[in-house]
């Protein structure tokens, strides 16, 4: 008889969901195609321009939707929330005062991974970067050209696995054996850096859910599963509650291979220290053999099912 007590050990069955982007409510850092490493940034004067070098809170743009205008978004600073991006007389600056119709923007998609930001009130203007240095970044209505089109970047990723939480082999054991084991479920970060803003982190881990989600073909319980678990976590007023973990006993009937797995998300942050692990269901696998079934597709394969 054999005991392998594996915590959170990974399969292989893991994959990306790096194609399903959500826009709505979800953060971007947003990279010119000619100038790839310049990122769109509000500076501490509070110009707009962009920047090359290392990554800062304020290259980090929240697309709130209009409610009637479909299509056309604010971009908010995370840095500095109570600016976003206008359009103001043909010139690109960072607003704070009332909202007005050149403070919204649409993206055209370029059908290459980037996009047109245009003006949705002076429809001919687009965001555009026409040099190296920080300061040659504004609107422009005439030619396209490449230097205006832009990459926007999620500010997490998606990652769907199932994990071995536990397994004993018990085929040649002649009694039970009980085993007790913690599991945790809820979200769990992988830094203790202070959160800016968990309203603004909340909602882009919830929109990049929602994107990936999209991507594959989940059954409606998954779905509901891993909405319902992040919403019951992120409605905990304190981070510690984000997540809990419990104390199971189990049972191995005499006979049996028996293992349990556990459904996860990972949300890889740019910033490294925004990371964190959705933990959500957990299942009991039986056998007479070294092989599982899984009838009810409850270990997330490359295909999403």
């Known amino acids: 008889m054999s005991l392998t007590l594996l915590l959170l050990t990974t399969l292989l069955f893991q994959f990306k969901a790096a194609e399903g982007v959500e826009f709505d409510n979800n953060q971007f850092l947003i990279y010119n195609k000619v100038y790839h490493e310049a990122r769109l940034t509000l500076f501490q004067d509070k110009s707009v321009g962009s920047y090359e070098h290392g990554l800062y809170k304020d290259q980090l743009w929240t697309l709130k939707p209009h409610p009637r205008q479909k299509g056309c978004y604010y971009l908010v600073n995370e840095e500095h929330p109570q600016y976003r ?37 002076h429809t001919n203007d687009r965001i555009a970067k026409w040099g190296h240095e920080n300061h040659k970044t ?39 054996i009980k085993r007790e084991i913690s599991v945790t479920t809820g979200v769990k970060r992988s830094s203790t850096e202070t959160i800016r803003s968990k309203t603004t982190y909340s909602q882009s881990i919830e929109a990049s859910l929602s994107g990936a989600i999209k991507m594959f073909n989940f059954g409606v ?30 049972t191995i ?18 910033f490294s220290a925004d990371s964190c692990t959705l933990l959500t269901a957990i299942k009991i696998f039986e056998s007479d053999t070294s092989q599982f079934s899984d009838p009810d597709k409850f270990i997330i394969s490359s295909a999403g099912q």
């Open 221 to 250: 319980t998954s779905k509901t599963e891993f909405s319902v678990e992040l919403e019951n976590s992120f409605s905990k007023t304190t981070e510690s509650a984000w997540s809990k973990t419990e104390k199971i006993t189990f």
């Open 253 to 270: 009937p005499a006979g049996k291979n028996f293992k349990v797995m556990q459904h996860v998300v990972k949300f890889d942050g740019e």
């Open 138 to 176: 504004g609107m422009y209505g005439k030619d396209k050209y490449p230097d205006q089109l832009w990459r926007l970047v999620p500010r997490f990723k998606a990652n769907f696995f199932t994990d071995l939480v536990f397994h004993f082999d018990n085929r040649q054991g002649s009694t039970d």
């Open 85 to 121: 991006l206008a359009d103001s007389k043909h010139t690109l600056i960072a607003y704070s005062g009332h909202r007005y119709a050149d403070q919204l923007f649409k993206l055209v998609d370029n059908n290459d991974g980037y996009y047109y930001i245009y003006n949705c009130y």
